[in-house]
């Protein structure tokens, strides 16, 4: 995972999908959760291993770097919307997340 110096420890590991992986959630991109911290800002707000953010504050995430850059943008006690899909039963479905930025900065 590529790390960024400064942006906030959210409680969740991320990677990039692949093509196929994308192909299969119908997206041109994003990130997909690989795992999730207990008593984090992720678990708190309801992310899930294998959900995928393809959208912050409205604006497309593309990679890990996408991601990174909008997030670092907002300080502490921001909250940023967050686009997720989730796949379930061989269907997509879209989901909002409202996740507040932590105060543990890395």
Do not use: W
């Not at 770097?65 to 940023?80: A, C, P, R, T």
């Amino acid at each position: 995972v590529k790390v960024k110096k400064d942006i906030p420890n959210l409680g969740m590991e991320l990677k990039d999908l692949s093509d196929r992986q994308l192909e299969l959630l119908d997206l041109d991109g994003g990130v997909i959760v690989a795992s999730v911290e207990r008593y984090s800002s992720a678990a708190d707000a309801g992310m899930r291993q294998g959900d995928v953010i393809f959208e912050i504050n409205k604006k497309k995430v593309k990679s890990i770097d996408d991601f990174n850059d909008q997030i670092e943008k907002h300080k502490k006690g921001d909250v940023v919307r967050l686009k997720v899909r989730v796949k379930q039963d061989e269907e997509n479905f879209d989901r909002l997340v409202f996740m507040e930025i932590p105060s543990n900065i890395n």
